[in-house]
Structure formats: structure tokens, C-alpha cells
């Protein structure tokens, strides 16, 4: 359940764009994409630790 | 102290698949027994959705509340039948996973996913068909039953 104020005029119109986000990760989801496309330049960065097993 | 966003560890040993398979039709009650009455998921670990029976290697995730990052790395490095283990020290104030990540789980080959946090999108996942419980994982770690901690905070 969501509260939403009686004044929700600008909540929606985030709204929309939230589910337009959605959609379309939906749309990449539904394509079998396995992980999200800004995943590799995440890990490519240097805050990443890779380690092997102990 | 490291500043590192994450800690990965991409290459572990998996659970030989024909070991596996002789654990996939085995009911719970009887592994536990078997393995000393540990191992059993905290009782408020509960399916929501309609696949509750799975069998599969830990792909264990450490992370912390508002903070999906770790989950969907592990899903890079994920092999099919793996099942994806995301503790959140049972972070009841976000979800930690909805049906978007879910459904990326289940292209890469996840064939669960459990976690002591919270889970969204119901009527997603039930699209998906995943075995997901937003409840207690804390035993899973302390019964030593994750194979593998490949990706930690």
C-alpha cells in the first residue's frame, strides 16, 4: 500500500516517468538480457575488488 | 580500510552437477536430518510465489539496505542452476529486488532466489515463476550451507 498526497498532481507525472523506465527495462528484460547494460561499466571502474576464493 | 563499492569473487568451485541432482527430488526434513539437524532457513523464510521446491548451487550476496548494486553483479558471474542467496541483515525499510532483477535472473539461469529482505512487483514475479522468500537468510550463513561467497561487500 502507497500513501499518496490529495495534492498528487506532480507525484504523477514522476509516476509516468518511473513507468516508462520500467516498461522498457520490462522490454529489455523480456529481449533475455541476463543483467542490466550499465553493469559492465560499473565493473570496469576502480571501487571493484576482484578476488579469488579463499 | 577499503573504499571499494564491492568485492567480488568471480571463480569458485560449484557442486559437481550429478551430486546435485541426486539432492533435487530429496524433501527437506530428511537433508537436515542428515546433515545434523542444521541448515534449515529461519521459519519466517517463505515462499511468494509458486515454485517452492529448488535445488541448486548459492550464489551468495552480501549487501545492505537501499543498495541493489551487489545483487545485479552477481548476476554477471551467475551460472545456470545457481541459486542467487542476497542478504540484506533483514532490511525491512526497501525492497532489494523486484521482478525486473528477477526476471534478469532467470534469463542468466537462476533457478531461485532468496533473501532476508524485502521483494516487490507480486504481480511480476508471479510472472516469472521464481522461489522467492523476503524473509531470515542469517542461517544459511551460520549452517555453512552457502558453498560460495563470490560477491561480498
Known amino acids: 500500500m502507497v500513501v499518496v498526497p490529495r495534492t498528487g498532481a506532480a507525484q504523477y507525472e514522476r509516476l509516468q516517468a518511473v513507468l516508462e523506465k520500467e516498461a522498457a527495462m520490462e522490454a529489455r528484460v523480456a529481449a533475455g538480457v541476463t543483467y542490466p547494460d550499465w553493469l559492465d561499466g560499473v565493473l570496469d571502474g576502480p571501487d571493484i575488488i576482484f578476488v579469488e576464493a579463499q | 580500510m577499503s573504499d571499494a563499492k564491492l568485492k567480488i569473487r568471480q571463480h569458485f568451485e560449484r557442486t559437481p552437477a550429478a551430486l546435485l541432482a541426486k539432492f533435487r527430488?530429496?524433501?527437506?526434513?530428511?537433508?537436515v536430518d542428515a546433515m545434523g539437524r542444521r541448515g534449515a532457513l529461519d521459519i519466517s523464510i517463505r515462499p511468494v510465489t509458486q515454485n517452492t521446491a529448488f535445488c541448486g548451487n548459492a550464489l551468495t550476496v552480501w549487501t545492505v539496505p537501499r543498495d541493489n548494486l551487489a545483487p545485479y553483479a552477481a548476476l554477471k558471474f551467475a551460472q545456470p542452476g545457481?541459486?542467487?542467496?542476497?542478504?540484506?541483515?533483514?532490511c525491512d525499510e526497501a525492497s532489494v529486488l523486484g521482478d525486473i532483477a528477477i526476471g534478469m535472473a532467470r534469463n542468466a539461469g537462476i533457478v531461485a532466489v532468496v533473501t532476508d529482505g524485502l521483494v516487490r512487483d507480486q504481480r511480476g514475479l508471479d510472472a516469472v515463476g521464481s522461489g522467492i522468500s523476503p524473509a531470515d537468510c542469517h542461517q544459511i550463513h551460520r549452517s555453512k550451507t552457502a558453498l560460495v561467497k563470490p560477491v561480498a561487500r
Do not use: N
Open chain 2, 25 to 31: 527430488d530429496a524433501a527437506s526434513g530428511p537433508v
Open chain 2, 82 to 90: 545457481d541459486v542467487l542467496v542476497v542478504a540484506t541483515a533483514g
